[in-house]
């Protein structure tokens, strides 16, 4: 990666940002909608286990899209909130992080263990660029019916099939196909599921 010539350039950072390219994240406008997602975020996070209505409310305002009987323990931690859609009847455990620099789309069934990351941000290789704060990201899909287990990490640009399970602590550097169990660092198919 280089760094543009944002000069030449006539997309906004935001613009750049949703298309994958590199982008400024300090730019007025993402530092706003970052801040809106963050004051949501916060408020998610205060609430108590009794307050079920105000916090689906709530992941509804913050996030793009949440299906029917999905939960989501606090804390949650996202940049935009926006960029997330999850489907129907899933659960997640305490301390999800879902940067949504770009999409995270999770399917519908899905469950996700307690400190489960989705981490959609890159930076550059190159000293320069990631010196002038330059960043770009890639989506990540997630199947429906998966299961991630506490502590999986999942990196930018990768999909996960349907029915897969990824193993405690695995680290996801590379798409999983449907119907595996997948352990390790970097998380390896270990077995087919029938």
């Given at each position: 990666m280089t760094s543009p010539d944002a000069g030449t350039d006539a997309r906004t950072m935001r613009e750049r940002m949703l298309a994958g390219d590199l982008y400024l994240a300090d730019d007025p406008e993402l530092a706003e909608a970052s801040a809106s997602a963050l004051d949501l975020m916060d408020t998610f996070n205060m609430t108590t286990v009794r307050q079920r209505r105000v916090r689906e409310s709530l992941l509804r305002e913050l996030l793009g899209e949440v299906g029917e009987g999905t939960e989501i323990r606090p804390p949650l931690y996202v940049d935009y909130g926006s960029n997330i859609r999850i489907g129907a009847r899933c659960f997640a455990n305490f301390g999800l992080v879902a940067l949504d620099v770009a999409p995270i789309t999770v399917g519908d069934d899905v469950q996700m263990g307690p400190n489960?990351?989705?981490?959609?941000?890159?930076?550059?290789?190159?000293?320069?660029?990631?010196?002038?704060?330059?960043?770009?990201?890639?989506?990540?899909?997630?199947?429906?019916?998966?299961?991630?287990?506490?502590?999986?990490?999942?990196?930018?640009?990768?999909?996960?099939?349907?029915?897969?399970?990824?193993?405690?602590?695995?680290?996801?550097?590379?798409?999983?196909?449907?119907?595996?169990?997948?352990?390790?660092?970097?998380?390896?198919?270990?077995?087919?599921?029938?």
């Open positions: 489960v990351q989705l981490l959609t941000p890159t930076h550059p290789v190159e000293p320069g660029p990631r010196r002038d704060k330059w960043e770009a990201a890639k989506p990540i899909t997630i199947g429906d019916n998966v299961w991630l287990g506490g502590g999986v990490i999942v990196l930018p640009g990768v999909t996960i099939g349907e029915n897969t399970v990824v193993g405690a602590g695995a680290v996801v550097t590379k798409d999983l196909p449907a119907n595996v169990v997948a352990v390790g660092n970097p998380a390896r198919i270990v077995r087919r599921i029938d």
